[in-house]
């Protein structure tokens, strides 16, 4: 069972992760959603790979945008979606670093200098101000700042963990997992939600790569749209699960992927029908490219999509 009411003002001091994660075990009603979305994607991404690279990269940089303002807007920020080109957030690689996960951070915050983790003297919660109490709410603390450190060890080792394991090897849970992890420990100051989204976006990018032997640059399919739309239910996933090892959180937990699994869902039916009537402006589309001068041409021969494997 979750915190009462959702609310957690524990202090998190540091644990080990990859026994935080030993402790989740799947429940039959996600093993079941999980079959289900594989089949849905399955077919959404034969779908989309038909087209020519550069029709493709169009619909993916359009889709990005949509995904950079979602996340933005979700969190009450607004960023320019071209300065994910000038950036070159997405396009270099899916490894993960302790260096890459702060230059994500200073991208979404628009920083000129890359910040370092909280430290012992800043220490971060998320909460709200009940005006009618006069105080404030703590639905639950970050890490302790000066344990934000050792947490992000464990948890760029369960980022790059390759097991067998259901949790570690299918892409929708190990990216949601990912994103879940990172929330709680909030490294940053500010702007976790943001570099969290962009690091599930970035895991879910590499497993579908090793899975259907493409090579992919961008994330094929981009959740924030839904999270905006279910802002309040995406707040409850989180705040609900306890983030230590004194509780059992495993249905919290599996709550969380099951929303996630949702979003997922609904953003394979929306795309779906969005490619279908995209179709005949993918035909234009090849016919402008030789007189292009967006750039699109040079950044379709920069993402070189690989066909699936027969």
Not at 126 to 149: F, H, P, T
């Amino acid at each position: 069972m979750g915190p009462k009411n959702g609310i957690n003002p524990a202090i998190v001091s540091y644990f080990s992760l990859e026994e935080y994660m030993d402790r989740i075990y799947l429940k039959d009603n996600v093993l079941f959603h999980l079959e289900d979305i594989n089949k849905k994607f399955d077919s959404y991404l034969k779908k989309i790979t038909q087209y020519t690279d550069y029709s493709v990269i169009y619909y993916w940089l359009d889709s990005l945008s949509k995904e950079i303002k979602c996340s933005e807007e979700i969190e009450n920020h607004f960023i320019n979606p071209a300065d994910v080109l000038k950036n070159d957030v997405f396009f270099d690689n899916t490894l993960m670093s302790h260096a890459r996960i702060k230059r994500l951070h200073q991208f979404v915050l628009s920083e000129e200098k890359i910040e370092n983790y909280r430290t012992s003297d800043e220490e971060v919660r998320v909460s709200y101000y009940d005006k009618y109490n006069d105080e404030e709410v703590v639905y639950w603390n970050g890490a302790l700042g000066s344990d934000v450190k050792k947490f992000m060890d464990d948890f760029i080792k369960i980022y790059k963990c390759s097991s067998v394991s259901f949790l570690h090897c299918n892409p929708f849970l190990k990216s949601a997992l990912c994103f879940l992890l990172f929330i709680r420990i909030h490294p940053f100051l500010d702007g976790n939600g943001r570099a969290g989204r962009m690091i599930y976006n970035i895991k879910f990018t590499d497993l579908i790569n090793k899975i259907y032997g493409t090579n992919l640059k961008l994330c094929p399919l981009n959740i924030s749209q839904g999270i905006l739309l279910f802002k309040p239910t995406y707040v409850k996933r989180i705040d609900d699960i306890y983030f230590d090892l004194e509780h059992d959180c495993n249905d919290e937990i599996n709550k969380w992927f099951d929303f996630i699994l949702n979003i997922v869902d609904d953003v394979i039916l929306f795309n779906s029908n969005r490619i279908s009537s995209l179709e005949k402006a993918f035909d234009n589309l090849e016919i402008m490219k030789d007189t292009d001068s967006s750039g699109l041409v040079d950044i379709s021969k920069k993402m070189k999509i690989t066909r699936f494997r027969n």
